[in-house]
């Protein structure tokens, strides 16, 4: 047998709330909760508790209670400590809810709109020990909700609208699905109202009241509930509007604001440019002492300089004619000698980027350093000069000739001649007598002056012998 301790302290642990009912958490009282269950499939209103019901008894019923306030009793039942179970269901709700009697716990097998309202269990536990009994109730609120299907996005008028004159009503509706929301969506970037986007009170109907050319972009819309979520195909919104920032550009002469310099006799084109849809029309308008006059039609004016003999001013003016609106522009044409051009030059190249200078040089430093290299391993230039260095003297310089490198030139008949007196021998020949050794005698022969010629070291020396004539 159990100590009466062990199972004061079991009742008191379920009294202060470890009880749950469909996830929610308690120390008793009256607790509201939501669950949002899906049509046709089932749902369990759940009593989970940390302990054994076999352990206490306990006695509750369940009690619904319908979205028009009528209470039906659905079950009652009766869980002894000695496994014996009593439940006692409705006749009438009997076939459409199902009592589980080893927690407690209710089960709808099929959800329908029947099946909402407010689900109440009031309880009440035994303590064995002590004949008392302790009160519990839980409350839950249970919502039958079905699938959304795919929205469907529909424009009207589904034409292009005109802007600041029409108004454009966006509907978003889906063929199921219960208690649905909705979300408006213009580029991927949610809607919310403002002072031209009226909502409706369930977001399904957008009205954009005027239209304006910010609104123009791809639509869709998002439906859902608790259980689903589905988005619609996307549409586009068209709007005609402008002209707006209109602005008069040119690629001749030089520009100040609004001043056009050019060149005498140089051919002038303009174009005017506007942001509208359609594309406007334009009319161009020449002023001159305090009178206008129409000089072209079109986006386009051509203008011959030499034709003005002064500066002159001109004005473009842009009209829609879907939106009736028009706007226009005022600028002045001088002519001038702008000199060789080197004017219109710095102006071109003042948009120069310091990037695509940094980029020239290092391609250049780079071809450079390519260039070097190249001639380093084609010609070697250190091997060209420790070659040099590396010949022998006798190859470095050239060699002296000494009048004497074909042998063959010394055949012939020689005469001895003998000359008196004293004579520098080197006065014979300069050339022939430079390394002569002295000479006692100074009665020189040639045949003396040729044994002292010293022989080039050539294969025509070694073969050819000289033999002088006696006298």
Known sequence: MEAPGRRNFIALCFYTGLVTLSGVYSQGGHVHSVLHGIKGKPLLLSMETTFRLDEVEVQGSWYQTTRGGRKDLLVSFHISHNHTAKVVASMRHSDRFSFQTHNASLLIPSLDEAAEGIYHLDMSIRLPDRNELVSAERT??????????TPFLEKIPSFTVIEDKENVTWTCTVTNGTRVHYQWMRNNLPLHASSRHQLSQ????????????????????????HISQRRSPTMGLSVFYGPYNL?????????????FTVNPGELVFFNCQADSNPPNSCVWISKTKNTTEVIAVGLRLEITSYKLAQAEEFLCRAFNNVTQKQDETQFTMVVASLGTGKEKYFQDSSSFSPLAGIILISLFIIISCMVIMYFRKTCHPKRVIMNIYKRPLTEQMRPQRSGHEDATEDFGIYEFVSIPGKMESRQASSRSLAHLEPVQDLHTTIYDVIRHIPETPTLANQSLLVKPCEA
């Open 140 to 149: 839950v609120e249970v919502t039958v909700d079905e699938p959304v299907s």
């Open 202 to 225: 369930d977001n399904s109907t957008l009205t954009i009241s005027p239209v304006r050319k910010e609104d123009i972009g791809q639509f869709h819309c998002l439906a859902w509930n």
């Open 247 to 259: 602005a008069v550009r040119s690629d001749h002469g030089l520009r100040t604001g609004e001043v």
